[in-house]
C-alpha cells in the first residue's frame, strides 16, 4: 500500500456550513464574539460576517448581548430540552444504566459528531473516593473530548469504516502522532486493529489524573454500524488484566441492552 500523507480540511462549501462555523468560535473559554472576532478568525468580509451572524441571530441560535458582542441564543435551550425528551441512544442509557453501575465507578454514554466525542449520559457520582483520595470525573453531558484520547473514544473510533478511518488519518495525522496511537499509516492501523480484535479500548488517566476506563462501541442491532461508546471509570489502580475482562463482560452486555433500546426508542414505540 502507497504511504499516507495528511491532507488539510477543506473549508465548508455550503452557507450553512459556514453559518455553522460561526458558532464553533463559541466555547467556555470565549462565550461571546463580536462582528471582527468572525472577520478575522474566519476571514470573512464584514458584510458576509454580518450577514451570517443576523441569521443565526434570526434563528435564535445567537443573541445580541452588551457592547456589540454576540452569545448563544436561547433557542439552544429549547434544542437541548427536546433531546433530553426524545434522543433514542440518551434515553436508551438513561432506562439501563442506572440499574448497571457499580459502586466505586461511573458509567458514561457518548455519542459522536464528525471528530469530536461528546459524553451524552453519565451514571455516577462527580467525585469517586479511593483510598482517602477524591478522584474528579471530568466527564458530564455535553463535555467533548477529541477523536484520539480516552477509552470511550478509542472504542467509536476503530470501528469506523475503513474508507472513514483513512480519511480520518489524512485529516489527523499530526494529532494521532501525539496521541501516541501511530506515527505512520501503518501503525494507526495496527493500532486500530488490535482494539477491533480485543472488542473494547483502555485508557489510564488520559482524560483525568488517576482514573482510568474500559469501554465498548454500542452497534445498531443487525447493523455494523457504531452508535455510540459505553464506558466505565474507577480509580487507575484498580485497571488489571482481570478488571478489564470483568468490565468487557459487564459493558457488553449493558450496550447491547442500549442497543436495543436505543431502537425501540427510535420507532416511537
Not at 473516593?129 to 463535555?143: A, L, T, W
Not at 480520518?168 to 486500530?192: D, H, K, M, P, V
Not at 489524573?209 to 455510540?228: D, M, S
Request: one cysteine or more.
Amino acid at each position: 500500500m502507497r504511504p499516507v500523507n495528511a491532507s488539510d480540511n477543506a473549508r465548508p462549501a455550503s452557507t450553512l456550513a459556514r453559518a455553522f462555523e460561526v458558532l464553533e468560535l463559541l466555547s467556555v473559554e470565549h462565550p461571546l464574539l463580536r462582528i471582527e472576532d468572525v472577520m478575522s478568525r474566519l476571514g470573512y468580509t464584514r458584510s458576509t460576517a454580518y450577514r451570517y451572524v443576523k441569521e443565526l441571530c434570526d434563528a435564535g441560535l445567537l443573541a445580541p448581548s452588551s457592547g456589540g458582542m454576540y452569545a448563544l441564543g436561547p433557542r439552544i435551550i429549547e434544542l437541548e430540552r427536546m433531546l433530553v425528551l426524545t434522543d433514542p441512544l440518551y434515553l436508551a442509557g438513561r432506562k439501563v444504566l442506572p440499574a448497571v453501575r457499580e459502586p466505586g465507578s461511573v458509567l458514561l454514554l457518548h455519542n459522536l459528531y464528525r471528530d469530536k466525542v461528546l459524553c451524552i449520559y453519565k451514571e455516577g457520582p462527580d467525585t469517586l473516593e479511593y483510598k482517602g483520595q477524591d478522584i474528579p470525573v471530568r466527564r458530564s453531558r455535553g463535555m467533548p473530548f477529541p477523536l484520539f484520547r480516552g477509552a470511550a473514544s478509542l472504542a467509536m473510533l476503530a470501528f469506523f469504516s475503513p474508507h472513514r478511518i483513512r480519511q480520518t488519518y489524512l485529516r489527523s495525522a499530526e494529532e494521532i502522532a501525539q496521541a501516541g496511537l501511530g506515527r505512520n499509516w501503518e501503525e494507526f492501523r495496527r493500532t486500530l486493529a488490535a482494539i477491533r480484535r480485543n472488542g473494547y479500548a483502555t485508557s489510564h488517566s488520559q482524560i483525568t489524573p488517576n482514573l482510568a476506563g474500559v469501554a465498548v462501541p454500542i452497534f445498531q442491532p443487525g447493523e455494523k454500524k457504531v452508535i455510540g461508546s459505553l464506558a466505565r471509570a474507577f480509580p487507575a489502580e484498580l485497571l488489571t488484566p482481570e478488571m478489564e475482562r470483568a468490565c468487557l463482560g459487564r459493558l457488553s452486555e449493558a450496550a447491547a441492552l442500549i442497543a436495543a433500546e436505543f431502537v425501540e426508542a427510535g420507532s416511537g414505540a
